[in-house]
């Protein structure tokens, strides 16, 4: 069975940092990455990062958020650092395996207090 499980969501201050992590089970990704939904709002691209190690940022994130990943244990990391109460919402872990299948994780909600 194929699954991503995301841990290091929670509450946090704005200014404050969070690291989220998304361990793949049951199967290599080629490409991994976290996107976002806000109450009422669609679910969008964060960040994204190749098994090479080319990433890709949305704007709103640029120059505070980080993404990483080690192959060898098949996990994406996201350091968010100097988060905003916009930065509030459901984060979620997005795999594409080599298969070219894609899978979610379960979400793991990020809230940020002013």
């Known amino acids: 069975q194929v699954q991503l499980v995301e841990s290091g969501g929670g509450l946090v201050q704005a200014g404050g940092s969070l690291r989220l992590s998304c361990v793949g089970r049951g199967a290599l990704f080629g490409i991994m990455g976290w996107y976002r939904q806000a109450p009422g709002k669609q679910r969008d691209m964060v960040a994204t990062?190749?098994?090479?190690?080319?990433?890709n940022y949305a704007d709103s994130v640029k120059g505070r958020f980080t993404i990483s990943r080690d192959n060898a244990k098949n996990t994406v990391y996201l350091q968010m650092n100097s988060l905003k109460a916009e930065d509030t919402a459901v984060y979620y872990c997005?795999?594409?395996?080599?298969?070219?299948?894609?899978?979610w994780g379960q979400g793991t909600q990020v809230t940020v207090s002013l």
């Open positions: 990062i190749t098994s090479g190690g080319t990433t």
């Open positions: 997005s795999g594409r395996t080599l298969a070219l299948r894609d899978y």
